[in-house]
C-alpha cells in the first residue's frame, strides 16, 4: 500500500514562492519575458524536489524500485528518490496488524455443521519478501487463514472444538505461519472467538445437559440415601445392645413433642409400655407438668 505525505508538497509551495519573488525583486514585473523564464525554472526545480523527496512513517517502510528492479528499503524519516527513474509501489507497514477471518457451514470430523469466528494477530519481519514474493500479502494472508481454519475443523471433533479452543488456536497458529513465513511475515497468535452451531443441536445438548445433571442429582441423592440408612443400622444395633439407652431417647422425643405442641400428642399404648411412663393419666400429668411455669 503506497501513502504519501504533505511534505513534498509543501517544498513545490515553497520553492515555487521563492523563484516568484525572485523574479519579482530582479525585473519589479510579471510582463518581461526573463520574469517568465525565473518563475517556470522555479516551477520546473519545484516539481523536481517534490517528485524527488519522500518522508516515510516511524512503522512505514518504502520498496523502491529503479528502473523495475528491486533497489532498497527506505525509512523512516525522510530519504531521496531518483524521479522517472526510481518508483516507490508500496509502503510496508510493519505494526502489528489484526485481521478477522471465518468458516461457514464448515463439516466437523464427525459431520456437524458449525460457523467459526477467529482473529489473526501478524506483523511483516521482512518487507523485502512482503512486496516481492506475494502480489496482495494482506489478501493471501487472509485466504490462508480461511482455509487452514476449514481444514482444522474438518479434522476436529465437534466436541473437541469446543472443550479445546486453545489447541485448534495453537494448530491454527502454525499452520498459517507455515504459509506465510516465504511472504516474511510471522503469525504471533489466533484467537478463536466463538463457535455456533445448529439451534436444533443446541437444544439437543441442552437436554442432554439436563439430564445429566438430574442423573447426578440422583446419584447423590441415593448415595446420601445409603449413608443415613447406614446410620440408623448403626443406631439401631446400639439400641438393641443397650434398652436404657432406647427408653431415654425415647422420652427426649416425647419431651421434645410435648415441649413444642403441649395440646395433643397421639402415643401408641405399646410405645408408653415399652417406656415404662404408666398409663394415660400418669402422662397427662406429666404433659401439665411441663406446661406449667416453673416457680423460683
Do not use: C
Not at 509551495?13 to 519579482?24: E, F, Q, R, S
Not at 443415613?228 to 422425643?253: Q, S, V
Amino acid at each position: 500500500m503506497q501513502k504519501t505525505s504533505s511534505f513534498p508538497a509543501l517544498l513545490f509551495v515553497l520553492i515555487t514562492a521563492a523563484g516568484v519573488g525572485i523574479a519579482y525583486a530582479s525585473y519589479g514585473t510579471f510582463a518581461v519575458a526573463g520574469s517568465a523564464i525565473v518563475i517556470a525554472a522555479a516551477v520546473l526545480v519545484a516539481a523536481i524536489v517534490a517528485r524527488a523527496v519522500r518522508v516515510a512513517a516511524a512503522w512505514d517502510r518504502a520498496v523502491v524500485l529503479r528502473l523495475g528492479k528491486f533497489r532498497a528499503l527506505r525509512g523512516p524519516g525522510l530519504f531521496g528518490v531518483i524521479p522517472i527513474i526510481d518508483t516507490i509501489p508500496y509502503t510496508i507497514d510493519t505494526r502489528v496488524i489484526t485481521s478477522s477471518f471465518k468458516a461457514e457451514k464448515t463439516l466437523t470430523r464427525d459431520t456437524v455443521p458449525v460457523d467459526v469466528d477467529a482473529v489473526l494477530f501478524w506483523k511483516v519481519l521482512d518487507p523485502e519478501k512482503a512486496a516481492l514474493a506475494v502480489a496482495d500479502y494482506t489478501g493471501a494472508i487472509s485466504w490462508a487463514a480461511q482455509t487452514a481454519l476449514r481444514d482444522v475443523i474438518g479434522k476436529t471433533l465437534l466436541a473437541d472444538m469446543l472443550e479445546g479452543r486453545e489447541q485448534i488456536s495453537f494448530e491454527l497458529q502454525r499452520i498459517i505461519d507455515a504459509r506465510t513465513q516465504p511472504w516474511g511475515v510471522m503469525v504471533i497468535s489466533v484467537e478463536v472467538r466463538d463457535v455456533l452451531i445448529p439451534a436444533g443441536l443446541q437444544d439437543a445438548m441442552s437436554m442432554q445437559a439436563q439430564a445429566e445433571r438430574e442423573r447426578q442429582a440422583r446419584v447423590i441423592l441415593g448415595d446420601s440415601e445409603r449413608q443415613i440408612a447406614e446410620k440408623f443400622g448403626e443406631a439401631a444395633r446400639t439400641y438393641a445392645n443397650d434398652p436404657t439407652a432406647l427408653h431415654l431417647r425415647a422420652m427426649n422425643m416425647l419431651y421434645e413433642g410435648l415441649k413444642q405442641n403441649s395440646t395433643i400428642v397421639l402415643v401408641p399404648s405399646t410405645a408408653l409400655d415399652t417406656m415404662q411412663l404408666g398409663s394415660i393419666a400418669g402422662l397427662t400429668a406429666l404433659a401439665n407438668d411441663i406446661g406449667k411455669p416453673v416457680a423460683h
